[in-house]
């Protein structure tokens, strides 16, 4: 008893955010933007997982806000980001893969045909400099070290 189960708050911004607790640690947040765009966090043991941000409404329709649908970010189990993936309104893909919270790998998948390219792969070295760019024509070619995408080569949370 007396524990905080949820939170509401409506900032001057317009920005709606909603807060679940559950045993006294954040659960997760949903903060609905004056533009639309929502953004959901989750939380293990009280640190940052996950967040969602998408281009949709409440209702999931797209309110086209910005030029992307949706941004989705990992983190590891001490919250620093690990992975991020950006969907655009072209269904280009765009999935960045980090190493101690800095930039390694960012794949960049061509969702509309309109590249001579598949997917490009660009490499980083420790400094953050890119290192190495390589392009793949097909998916067949994609190297079997990104077989954790999915067959539309995007992930979920």
């Not at 941004?71 to 280009?92: H, K, S």
């Amino acid at each position: 008893s007396g524990q905080l189960l949820s939170s509401y708050e409506l900032r001057d911004d317009g920005v709606e955010i909603n807060k679940d607790y559950e045993n006294g640690q954040k659960l997760e947040s949903y903060e609905l933007r004056d533009n639309g765009v929502t953004v959901a966090t989750l939380f293990e043991n009280g640190i940052r997982s996950a967040r969602i941000m998408e281009d949709r409404d409440e209702f999931g329709n797209m309110t086209d806000a910005e030029a992307w649908d949706t941004f989705i970010f990992i983190y590891d189990d001490t919250g620093t980001l690990e992975a991020r993936q950006a969907v655009f309104d072209d269904g280009d893909v765009t999935v960045n893969l980090f190493e101690n919270g800095q930039n390694a790998v960012r794949l960049q998948i061509d969702g509309d045909n309109d590249k001579s390219w598949y997917l490009r792969e660009t490499l980083y070295d420790e400094t953050g400099s890119v290192s190495e760019v390589n392009t793949y024509a097909t998916i067949d070619e994609v190297p079997t070290q990104y077989d954790f995408l999915n067959d539309d080569l995007v992930f979920t949370v």
